[in-house]
T-cell receptor
Framework: AQKVTQAQTEISVVEKEDVTLDCVYETRDTTYYLFWYKQPPSGELVFLIRRNSFDEQNEISGRYSWNFQKSTSSFNFTITASQVVDSAVYFC????????????FGTGTRLQVTL | ETGVTQSPTHLIKTRGQQVTLRCSSQSGHNTVSWYQQALGQGPQFIFQYYREEENGRGNFPPRFSGLQFPNYSSELNVNALELDDSALYLCASNRDFLLNEQYFGPGTRLTVT
């Protein structure tokens, strides 16, 4: 069975602060993908990043960065110099490889960035 | 935008009624998955269709059913609606079994009163 835990239900920061969203996962599969999605109030899931379990290199994309640590089963997401437009619900998700696999999502972290 | 479209955007139904939600997959995609997202929760996998056949199902009762058509568009049908069926229903499409390249539609918000 797969499980994704996002322990932070809601985070509030002031614009320009850095913020880290935590994600811890459980799986017995040796190969899998991890994802982060952003869900603005409109509801559509916006894909942010996909990481293969074989690739533990951290990634940076503009103000976003991701820290994948297989040893602790964590895939944390950091937003540097947060902006009001970053306000949304963020979901971490796990996808084992295999033809009958499915995405398992965490419960999400609501990020509120204020001026 | 991902190229995955869903209709309707919103709808309101009464308990006990039946509802059909529709999804058009992105061009070139032959696999469609449906998810239910209750308020304050993450999306939960309902089922997946690959080339018109159901290919995996989550923990949902049989009153949740689906179809996939030859053009790979899909329908989600829910019979005997219950209040707890109120949720955002998301569909996602991908090519073959490349679920790592799955794209989501904007969702249909269903309210059951």
């Amino acid at each position: 069975a797969q499980k994704v835990t996002q322990a932070q239900t809601e985070i509030s920061v002031v614009e320009k602060e850095d913020v880290t969203l935590d994600c811890v996962y459980e799986t017995r599969d040796t190969t899998y993908y991890l994802f982060w999605y952003k869900q603005p109030p409109s509801g559509e899931l916006v894909f942010l990043i996909r990481r293969n379990s074989f690739d533990e290199q951290n990634e940076i994309s503009g103000r976003y960065s991701w820290n994948f640590q297989k040893s602790t089963s964590s895939f944390n997401f950091t937003i540097t110099a947060s902006q009001v437009v970053d306000s949304a619900v963020y979901f971490c998700a796990l996808l084992p490889t295999g033809t009958a696999s499915k995405l398992t999502f965490g419960t999400g972290t609501r990020l509120q960035v204020t001026l | 935008e991902t190229g995955v479209t869903q209709s309707p955007t919103h709808l309101i139904k009464t308990r006990g009624q039946q509802v059909t939600l529709r999804c058009s997959s992105q061009s070139g995609h032959n696999t469609v998955s449906w998810y239910q997202q209750a308020l304050g929760q993450g999306p939960q996998f309902i089922f997946q269709y690959y080339r018109e056949e159901e290919n995996g199902r989550g923990n949902f009762p049989p009153r949740f059913s689906g179809l996939q058509f030859p053009n790979y568009s899909s329908e989600l049908n829910v019979n005997a609606l219950e209040l707890d069926d109120s949720a955002l229903y998301l569909c996602a499409s991908n090519r073959d079994f490349l679920l790592n390249e799955q794209y989501f539609g904007p969702g249909t918000r269903l309210t059951v009163t």
